[in-house]
C-alpha cells in the first residue's frame, strides 16, 4: 500500500525508521554500560521486531506469559525470559516443553510456586532455570525484599531448579513513591539490587544475573555497577508517557494511531472513529506524577484534547487554534497514545510505514495473555 489515504480507520501506524534509531539507541545504552539487553516483547508482540532488537544486539527477550514466549520461540527466538511467576500445573508443563526447545528463564516469587515448579519439574526429569522476583517498593509480584534471602536459600535446596539471578521491575519510582527524577529513581533501582545479590552471594547463594530497569530508568540503573541486565520494553515505540517521564521526546514516538473524524456536533467538538476499544485507558489524565491532558497526542491540532472516550467513539474538545484548523467531516488525524504497550495489544495488526510505503504487520502474540 503506497498511500496512507487508502488506510482504513483506525488503525496503528509504525513510523519504522523511528523504531529502528529507538532500537539502536537502547541497544548503544547497554553496550556502554556493558550490560546485557533483554527487551521486553510485551510491547511490540511483534517476533519479526524481536529478532531486530536480537539482531542490534539484544541477548533474548523478556515476555509476561507462557503464550507470548510460545509465540516467539515458534518465529525462531532462542532466548526468552518468563518474567512472571508460573504457579499453575498447565502453564509448568508447557514451560518445561518449551525450555527442551529454547533456553527458558522462568521467574519465581514464592516458596509455594517454587515446590511446584519443583515437583512437575521432577516429574520430567527436567532442571528449570529460574530467576527470583523482588519487589523493591511497586507492591505487585515479587518477594518482600527482607524476606529474598530466605526465599533464595529454600530454592536452592530444590534439586531441579537452578536458581541464576534476581529481577525486579519498578518503573520510576523514589523512595516508594512515583516520580519524574527518573535518574534518581534508577539509581535507586540499582543500588537495591546489587546490594541484595551481594547480600545473597556472602550466605554462598550463586547470583549472576541482576535484572532491572524500564524504559525510563534503564539508562540510569544499567550504570550501577554489578546490574548485568535491563529489560526495557516501551523504548521500541515509545508513547506520550515515556515523552512526560523524559525518556523520549514526542519525535522520538514511532506509534500512532490514524482515525477519521466522524461527526462535528459543534464548533468546540470533534467525534472520531477510535474509542477505548482503540486507545488504552489504563494510563488515566491527571493522575500523579504524569498529569497527563487527554487519552493522546494530536500530532495536527495544537490545543485540542482527546478527552473522553466510550468504546467507538473518541471526543475530541477543540481550542480556538482547533477550532480555526476547520477540521471536516472526514479528514484524517494521527495521535499518539498515552500508553502504546496496552494500544498495541488491541489491534490485530499494525500498519509499518516506511517512507510512502505502509505495510500490515499482524500483532502474532496479541491477546495471549495465558
Given at each position: 500500500?503506497?498511500?496512507?489515504?487508502?488506510?482504513?480507520?483506525?488503525?496503528?501506524?509504525?513510523?519504522?525508521?523511528?523504531?529502528?534509531?529507538?532500537?539502536?539507541?537502547?541497544?548503544?545504552?547497554?553496550?556502554?554500560?556493558?550490560?546485557?539487553?533483554?527487551?521486553?516483547?510485551?510491547?511490540?508482540?511483534?517476533?519479526?521486531i524481536?529478532?531486530?532488537?536480537?539482531?542490534?544486539?539484544?541477548?533474548?527477550?523478556?515476555?509476561?506469559?507462557?503464550?507470548?514466549?510460545?509465540?516467539?520461540?515458534?518465529?525462531?527466538?532462542?532466548?526468552?525470559?518468563?518474567?512472571?511467576?508460573?504457579?499453575?500445573?498447565?502453564?509448568?508443563?508447557?514451560?518445561?516443553?518449551?525450555?527442551?526447545?529454547?533456553?527458558?528463564?522462568?521467574?519465581?516469587?514464592?516458596?509455594?510456586?517454587?515446590?511446584?515448579?519443583?515437583?512437575i519439574?521432577?516429574?520430567?526429569?527436567h532442571?528449570?532455570?529460574?530467576?527470583?522476583?523482588?519487589?523493591?517498593?511497586?507492591?505487585?509480584?515479587?518477594?518482600?525484599?527482607?524476606?529474598?534471602?530466605?526465599?533464595?536459600?529454600?530454592?536452592?535446596?530444590?534439586?531441579?531448579?537452578?536458581?541464576?539471578?534476581?529481577?525486579?521491575?519498578?518503573?520510576?519510582?523514589?523512595?516508594?513513591?512515583?516520580?519524574?527524577?527518573?535518574?534518581?529513581?534508577?539509581?535507586?533501582?540499582?543500588?537495591?539490587?546489587?546490594?541484595?545479590?551481594?547480600?545473597?552471594?556472602?550466605?554462598?547463594?550463586?547470583?549472576?544475573?541482576?535484572?532491572?530497569?524500564?524504559?525510563?530508568?534503564?539508562?540510569?540503573?544499567?550504570?550501577?555497577?554489578?546490574?548485568?541486565?535491563?529489560?526495557?520494553g516501551?523504548?521500541?515505540?515509545?508513547d506520550?508517557m515515556?515523552?512526560?517521564?523524559?525518556?523520549?521526546?514526542?519525535?522520538?514516538?514511532?506509534?500512532?494511531?490514524?482515525?477519521?473524524?466522524?461527526?462535528?456536533?459543534?464548533?468546540?467538538?470533534?467525534?472520531?472513529?477510535?474509542?477505548?476499544?482503540?486507545?488504552a485507558?489504563?494510563?488515566?489524565p491527571?493522575?500523579?506524577?504524569?498529569q497527563?491532558?487527554?487519552?493522546?497526542h494530536?500530532?495536527e491540532?495544537?490545543?485540542?484534547?482527546?478527552?473522553?472516550?466510550?468504546?467507538?467513539?473518541?471526543?475530541?474538545?477543540?481550542?480556538?487554534?482547533?477550532?480555526?484548523?476547520?477540521?471536516q467531516?472526514?479528514?484524517?488525524?494521527?495521535?499518539?497514545?498515552?500508553?502504546?504497550?496496552?494500544?498495541?495489544?488491541?489491534?490485530?495488526?499494525?500498519?509499518?510505514?516506511?517512507?510512502?510505503?505502509?505495510?500490515?504487520?499482524?500483532?502474532?502474540?496479541?491477546?495471549?495473555?495465558?
Amino acid at each position: 500500500m503506497d498511500s496512507m489515504e487508502k488506510l482504513e480507520t483506525p488503525c496503528l501506524l509504525i513510523d519504522a525508521q523511528r523504531m529502528d534509531r529507538n532500537i539502536q539507541a537502547m541497544a548503544d545504552v547497554a553496550r556502554i554500560h556493558q550490560v546485557a539487553l533483554r527487551p521486553h516483547a510485551k510491547t511490540h508482540k511483534i517476533p519479526s521486531i524481536a529478532l531486530q532488537q536480537l539482531e542490534a544486539g539484544a541477548v533474548g527477550i523478556t515476555v509476561a506469559k507462557i503464550a507470548e514466549a510460545e509465540v516467539m520461540a515458534a518465529h525462531g527466538i532462542g532466548n526468552i525470559f518468563v518474567a512472571y511467576p508460573l504457579v499453575t500445573a498447565s502453564k509448568i508443563e508447557r514451560a518445561i516443553r518449551l525450555s527442551e526447545q529454547i533456553e527458558l528463564i522462568v521467574g519465581v516469587d514464592s516458596l509455594a510456586g517454587a515446590q511446584q515448579l519443583e515437583q512437575i519439574a521432577s516429574r520430567h526429569g527436567h532442571t528449570l532455570q529460574v530467576r527470583l522476583e523482588i519487589d523493591t517498593g511497586l507492591r505487585r509480584t515479587g518477594v518482600l525484599y527482607e524476606q529474598a534471602a530466605a526465599l533464595a536459600a529454600a530454592i536452592t535446596g530444590l534439586p531441579h531448579l537452578r536458581l541464576t539471578g534476581i529481577y525486579t521491575f519498578r518503573g520510576s519510582l523514589l523512595g516508594g513513591k512515583p516520580t519524574l527524577d527518573v535518574a534518581a529513581a534508577g539509581k535507586e533501582e540499582g543500588t537495591l539490587m546489587v546490594q541484595l545479590a551481594e547480600h545473597l552471594r556472602a550466605q554462598g547463594i550463586a547470583i549472576a544475573d541482576v535484572s532491572v530497569g524500564s524504559t525510563p530508568t534503564a539508562a540510569h540503573a544499567a550504570a550501577v555497577e554489578g546490574v548485568t541486565e535491563v529489560r526495557p520494553g516501551t523504548y521500541v515505540f515509545h508513547d506520550r508517557m515515556q515523552a512526560r517521564l523524559g525518556a523520549c521526546s514526542l519525535e522520538d514516538c514511532a506509534g500512532s494511531v490514524l482515525v477519521t473524524v466522524v461527526s462535528r456536533p459543534s464548533a468546540d467538538l470533534a467525534i472520531v472513529d477510535g474509542g477505548s476499544k482503540t486507545f488504552a485507558t489504563d494510563i488515566q489524565p491527571g493522575t500523579e506524577p504524569l498529569q497527563l491532558n487527554g487519552f493522546g497526542h494530536i500530532l495536527e491540532l495544537a490545543d485540542a484534547t482527546l478527552a473522553r472516550l466510550t468504546e467507538e467513539h473518541g471526543m475530541i474538545e477543540l481550542g480556538p487554534l482547533a477550532q480555526s484548523a476547520n477540521l471536516q467531516i472526514g479528514d484524517k488525524l494521527r495521535i499518539i497514545p498515552n500508553h502504546i504497550c496496552s494500544t498495541v495489544n488491541l489491534h490485530n495488526q499494525v500498519i509499518m510505514q516506511r517512507g510512502h510505503t505502509y505495510t500490515p504487520t499482524p500483532v502474532f502474540a496479541r491477546g495471549m495473555l495465558e
